[in-house]
């Protein structure tokens, strides 16, 4: 079958032939429909992952749509965390237990896109950050979690959301989205946002150090990445003033229930319209490229590759 296939830690896959999974018991082969780059599938190939260098070659690939026994399903798989292939091929090993079936009309291209990206807004936003109704919400970035993030606040009940990005591109993603404000990353969040019960954040650096000086006494911040910075320079003095809540999110804490309750519930949104990221649909044969431009930026939106 037709797979992408990384044969070397820090290159890009290409594509290659390779056998056709064989199913371990409790395994199922899924005929994959859509499979999704995200910023784990980039990391994990990079080989300085904290999950380790993979063992090579292998399939990468954390999570696809495709059809068993000809019913849609979600599926996660522990490529590049774990030896084994993912769904960037025709064909896909997955854990039967792990499966998500989805509601008719379910587009699998969007949910694809949307994926364990809005897994991580939603959760992060409703579970770790115990969003109420009528609370402001500062939402950082506006890649695939940004976007999604911003959408599941207004669906959660939020009363007002506040974007930032750093390119004029993001800010006018966060606007599709609905964000009630928009605003660049320097911008005085104090002013925009004071008050704010709530910061999503996939940045930290100094983004999310300036978006927190915004947040009420008692306010919680979620930080769920670090793509403006690994460290980020708060000071004790903010955190102890206001009695800050700040806490770490990363999806691999869900139990399979609670994951494949939010995929339910992304499904379900997305079915009624109600939720999309900008996202570029790429044939599988053209992978290469494709990593290329997803790790450098310049993808036009969240690629998401077909077989
Ligand atoms: N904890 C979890 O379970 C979990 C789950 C999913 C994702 N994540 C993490 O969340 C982060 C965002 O994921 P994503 O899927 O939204 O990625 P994405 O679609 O690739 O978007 C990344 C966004 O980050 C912005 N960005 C990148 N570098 C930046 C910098 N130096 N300063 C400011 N903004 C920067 C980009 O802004 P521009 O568009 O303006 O360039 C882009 O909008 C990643 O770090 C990812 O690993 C964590």
């Not at 490529?79 to 091929?89: Q, V």
């Not at 431009?293 to 939106?301: P, W």
Request: glycine share 12%; hydrophobic share 45%; with cysteine.
């Amino acid at each position: 079958m037709r797979a992408a296939l990384i044969v070397r830690p820090g290159q890009p896959p290409s594509l290659a032939d390779r056998d056709e999974p064989s199913p371990a018991p409790g395994e199922v082969a899924v005929d994959v429909l859509a499979a999704p780059i995200t910023p784990l599938d980039l990391l994990c190939a990079t080989g300085t992952s904290y999950f380790g260098v993979p063992a090579t070659p292998y399939v990468p690939g954390v999570q696809g749509i495709g059809t068993v026994d000809g019913h849609a399903v979600w599926f996660p798989t522990a490529a590049g965390m774990a030896p084994g292939d993912g769904s960037m091929a025709a064909k896909a090993p997955a854990r039967r237990e792990d499966l998500v079936f989805l509601p008719d009309g379910v587009d699998p291209v969007v949910l694809a896109a949307l994926g364990l990206s809005a897994v991580a807004a939603h959760m992060a936003l409703t579970w770790r950050g115990e969003l109420a109704p009528g609370e402001t919400v500062i939402v950082l970035g506006c890649g695939a979690v940004g976007q999604a993030a911003i959408q599941l606040a207004r669906l959660a009940g939020a009363g007002r959301v506040v974007a930032a990005a750093r390119s004029s591109e993001g800010r006018d993603r966060a606007r599709r989205a609905g964000a009630d404000a928009v605003v660049a990353l320097d911008a005085d969040f104090s002013e925009v946002a004071a008050g704010a019960d709530l910061l999503l954040d996939p940045l930290f650096g100094a983004p999310a150090a300036a978006a927190a000086q915004a947040l009420r006494p008692g306010g919680r911040w979620v930080n769920l990445g670090g793509s403006a910075g690994e460290t980020c320079p708060v000071s004790s003095s903010l955190l102890r003033s206001r009695s800050l809540r700040l806490s770490g999110y990363t999806n691999n804490e869900l139990t399979a229930q609670q994951r494949a309750d939010a995929i339910a519930t992304v499904a379900r949104h997305a079915v009624r319209g109600e939720l999309t990221v900008d996202h570029e649909v790429v044939r599988l044969a053209d992978v290469s490229d494709a990593w290329r431009r997803q790790a450098e930026g310049t993808a036009g939106g969240r690629i998401v590759l077909v077989p």
